[in-house]
């Protein structure tokens, strides 16, 4: 357990800034020591409780002690922490919106990283559930159900209710929970290596003004289209982009699951391509704003000593940061010929604590007509919380706020920055039986708009 060696204060004033996770110390899967800083965390979160309305973690800990024989935090027994941990899906909110005692407080409290450590210690001794090994292992999954014969098979399996009775009573996958339909072909499967290459790259600030597009595993298998957006709405800017084809899986499924050697083993494969294309001049970008947190924040923490990843996270951008950045120097057109009218827009938690503010939003407001109403609620989706059957009914409690937000809102397309999120908030609004209402990416009203 820390020990408290400066004055104590209350609050924070100054910048968060997360530290390097020192995943690869022995001290790091100690069982005694993480129970003894588990304790220490939850006493401040006990004692502070801001927290309560952003998931079913705190909640589940408010409960625990409340419930307690002394109701303090000494009173919970130590095998229940694990609890709180299964209700952490690493959004990061809590760290980057709400915590007055994240570093450089002497607290020293972050706690999505705590959480990371109790996954990795319960990986690293072998208590991983068989069906959380396999849905996180993205890259052989969806390359499998991606096959020309296998995706339709695939999406009509996740129409059966009898095949989704049957999965819930197998695999532990929530008959209700909306999974994502599989292309039969993907992204790196029907686009050109680089599309666009005979426009002229116009730099400016920090963008070369020319993108390597990282796919990611979600955008090649699950939403091509939505990439094929992004490279339309680019090009259309006078930006060159070239598709990054053999790329993996960002790694966050497997960080979620605690498997950080993983992790290691998917960024050694990543970041030599990224690297090469950014010596070739371009900048980094994804459409999956987890997929750019990875490469931005978790990564360069969980390596901090590792040069390419610390050039990877400078080189990397959210499409819509790029899209601002190059606007402000007067090279983005906007020539829209086509009103959004009313959106609602939910702001993807892993998009929001980047830090870079609300550039999806500025940019859509630059849209004639557009009326955009931001929803900073978490959706509950994660990649995988809202799909499992223990955990289904605690995501639909944290999405049906930001439901009933954008049905308030009365707008005529609704949709978030993560797909994932987009198509959870859309089965809230036609829980009642109604036909799945169709979130769309940001990027597709935007080339919606611009009529190309």
Known sequence: MAVQTEPMREGNLEAPKRQPIAWRSESFYDKTDLDGELERVFDICHGCRRCVNLCQAFPTLFDLVDESETLEVDGVAKEDYAKVVDQCFLCDLCAETKCPYLPPHPWAVDFPHLMLRAKAQRHKAKQSKWRDRLITSTDPVFDLLSLPGVAPIANAAAKSPALRKAGERIAGLHRDAPLPTFASKPLTKRTDAVVGGSLEPRPCERTTGKVAIYATCYGDHNCPEVVEDLIAVLNHNGVPVKVLKDARCCGMPKMELGDLERVAKLKDANLPLFLEAIDEGYDLMAVIPSCVLMYKQEIPLLFPDDEGAQRVKAAFFDPFEYLMLRHRAGLVYTDFQRSLGKVAYQVACHQRVQNIGMKTRAFLSLIDGAEVTAIERCSGHDGTYAAKLETYG????????????????????????????GRLIGHALSADGGAEAQAEHPISMVRFAYGI
């Open 394 to 421: 605690n995501a639909m409690k944290i999405v049906r706020p930001v439901a009933r937000r954008a049905k308030q809102a009365e707008a005529d397309r609704f949709g978030s920055d993560c797909p994932m999120a």
